[in-house]
């Protein structure tokens, strides 16, 4: 072989040797191996110039190395996450966009829900009222107890209802017309069931007068009704017949009653704190255990009430009337008793009385007094100028 013939083939052989080194982009799968796999021919000796005869062995494997499996994981990896990342954001957008459609149609319904209601209670709401303006007891008392229903189902219509039904009570809550002999009529049925309704109002007692009005119900007559634990805090009953009226455990907290009649009332343990009771007649009452503290009873005419256990503390009875009254450990401390007129009253077991009080008032000899204010000398003076002056 020449030379030039041998460097041809040495050429010939490194090319092929460097395209078997040659990683293609989408590897083969290797061949199956043979499990025989014929020796590899021997190297040549190079010659005088330092050229082999024969090409030098090359690694034959079909597979990429280590490093380069690494490589092709990390850029599958990166395709994945390039390819999965905006299919989720584009699901949490979709997910956002059903959620908000999902809410405002939502919001739309009730709205329309709310609209249709409200058009339902307006149409209740008229119907009762044309109800309350029959001639027939029966319907004005339907109209009444759609009013109520009313009232329960639309707590904002509360307030407009009570004063429909309050308005509805001063006009028909009248005396009926009759002869006056014997104990007085009992009022209408349909006035009755309406001041029930308007008496069933929330308790409110944390407030001051001028942030909460009672119903107006001046000079409404209700004799004879059952009102056991009424509301009627903050009522305005001046001039209203209450005669005969059950009124225990009620609530008449800051209530006005003046000029009131309360003629045999039965008000165990009633609720008059701050009460305006001034000129109401009281006479022949059952006020056992009432709460009276700070009333105002100017002028009132308590004779022969029972007022056993009651607490009148701190309240002013200027000019009232208190002859034959039952004073069974009721408690007068602080009690204004300027120009009260005692007559036969037993106070001898009355709390809290003092000389002083007794100085005010008109006592008279047979004014049954504690044996310790009975004996004191300013006492028996003024209980001698009571009695000149009656004669």
């Known amino acids: 072989m020449t030379t030039g013939d041998s460097r041809a083939d040495l050429i010939r052989q490194l090319r092929r040797a460097a395209r078997r080194r040659q990683v293609p982009a989408d590897p083969p799968q290797p061949p199956p191996q043979d499990p025989n796999p014929p020796e590899p021919p021997a ?44 299919v989720a954001i584009a699901a949490l957008l979709f997910t956002g966009i059903s959620s908000l459609q999902a809410r405002e149609e939502l919001r739309n319904r009730n709205r329309e829900l709310n609209i249709s209601e409200q058009g339902q209670v307006t149409e209740r709401f008229t119907a009762a009222t044309e109800q309350l303006g029959s001639d027939a007891v029966d319907v004005r008392l339907g ?10 189902d639309s707590p904002p219509d509360r307030e407009v209802i009570l004063e429909v039904l309050t308005a509805f009570i001063r006009t028909h809550a009248v005396k009926p017309k009759g002869p006056g002999r014997g104990s007085p009529p009992k009022a209408a049925e349909d006035a009755k069931a309406a001041a029930k309704i308007v008496m069933e109002r929330p308790l409110q007692l944390d407030v001051t007068q001028d942030e909460f009005f009672g119903p107006d119900l001046n000079g409404v007559y209700l004799v004879g009704m059952q009102l056991f634990g009424a509301n009627l805090a903050y009522a305005h009953l001046d001039g209203a017949d209450l005669r005969n009226t059950t009124l225990a455990s009620a609530h008449l907290e800051h209530a006005r ?38 009333a105002n009873l100017n002028g009132a005419d308590l004779r022969r009430a029972d007022l056993s256990t009651a607490d009148l503390h701190g309240a002013t009875l200027k000019d009232a009337d208190l002859r034959g009254a039952i004073l069974f450990n009721t408690r007068l401390n602080a009690a204004n008793l300027e120009g009260t007129q005692l007559g036969d009253t037993d106070m001898r077991i009355t709390r809290g009385i003092t000389v002083e009080q007794i100085l ?7 004014t049954k007094l504690p044996p310790a204010i009975a004996r004191d000398a300013r006492v028996k003076t003024r209980i001698r100028d009571v009695e000149r002056s009656l004669r």
Not at 56 to 74: C, K, L, T, V
Not at 143 to 152: E, N
Not at 278 to 287: I, T
Not at 360 to 366: S, V
């Open 43 to 86: 190297p040549t000796q190079p010659d005088a110039a330092g050229s082999p005869d024969e090409e030098p062995a090359a690694p034959s494997s079909g597979q990429p190395g280590n490093g380069q499996r690494a490589d092709w994981g990390q850029r599958t990896a990166i395709l994945a996450n390039a390819v999965t990342a905006p």
């Open 143 to 152: 109209g009444i107890y759609s009013l109520r229903r009313i009232m329960k």
């Open 257 to 294: 009653l003046t000029k009131s009649k309360l003629n045999g009332v039965y008000g165990l343990q009633a609720q008059l704190r701050e009460a305006e009771l001034d000129k109401a007649d009281a006479s022949d009452a059952k006020l056992m255990g009432a709460d009276m503290t700070s």
């Open 360 to 366: 005010k008032a008109r006592p008279t000899a047979t």
